[in-house]
């Protein structure tokens, strides 16, 4: 499968507190993009990290991208109760133009 | 232009229906994705346009499921004798090929079928 896999599945933090998550891939790639999901919603885009940038930022997000280990991290730093929701990541391999998206993370954030 | 567009947003069928679903695309993107999503999963890929040509079909779920998208701008998912087992959210996104190709999504059609 070219999917990504998101780790850990679920997680639950408190308000204010930070929140990191792992992505894992199996196959060269373009790019990697991080999306965030509201219960029954569609798709909000994040973040797109290149496969020549190791780190990038935007707000309260921080994306990282390893290719050696062929693996992204997304820290959402000073967590809010907005912020509950699914994340996945969606990889862009570099044998087409199609992306594929893992399973996802379930966060929580308490109030 | 707000973003991409889906319709309609909710659809319930009977079982053996056709059912077709449109997406307009934003407007200055050439890409055109359609993906699958069930509960608890992750978006699953199905096809792919870049300006009118269908790049990659081979991820449609049977032969009953078919995209079309004509003129290079909306596109339609047509799913034929619809069974219990193709509820789910479709869900429609578009990029770019020029600079940054983040793809946007729509939010989505949801089908049941009873």
């Known amino acids: 499968s070219q999917q990504g896999e998101e780790d850990p599945q679920a997680l639950s933090i408190q308000e204010g507190e930070n929140a990191t998550m792992n992505c894992s891939y199996k196959?060269?790639?373009?790019?990697l993009q991080w999306y965030r999901q509201n219960s029954g919603r569609g798709l909000v885009h994040l973040i797109l990290?290149?496969?020549?940038?190791r780190e990038k930022h935007s707000g309260r997000l921080r994306v990282t991208l390893d290719t050696s280990k062929k693996s992204s991290s997304l820290l959402i730093t000073a967590s809010r109760a907005a912020d509950t929701a699914s994340y996945f990541c969606?990889?862009?391999?570099?044998?087409?133009?199609?992306?594929?998206f893992g399973t996802g993370t379930s966060l929580t954030v308490i109030p | 232009d707000t973003g991409v567009s889906q319709d309609p947003r909710h659809k319930i069928t009977k079982r053996g229906q056709n059912v077709t679903f449109r997406c307009d695309p934003i407007?200055?993107?050439?890409?055109l994705y359609w993906y699958r999503q069930t509960l608890g999963q992750g978006p699953e890929f199905l096809t792919y346009?870049?300006?009118?040509?269908?790049?990659?079909k081979s991820r449609l779920l049977s032969d009953r499921f078919s995209a079309e998208r004509p003129k290079g701008s909306f596109s339609t998912l047509e799913i034929q004798r619809t069974e219990q087992g193709d509820s789910a959210m479709y869900l429609c996104?578009?990029?770019?090929?020029?600079?940054?190709?983040?793809?946007?999504f729509g939010q989505g059609t949801r089908l049941t079928v009873v």
């Open positions: 196959t060269s790639i373009n790019n």
């Open positions: 407007s200055e993107h050439n890409r």
């Open positions: 990290i290149r496969s020549n940038e």
């Open positions: 969606a990889t862009d391999p570099n044998t087409g133009n199609q992306f594929y």
């Open positions: 346009f870049q300006n009118e040509a269908q790049l990659e």
């Open positions: 996104a578009s990029s770019s090929t020029t600079g940054d190709t983040e793809a946007f």
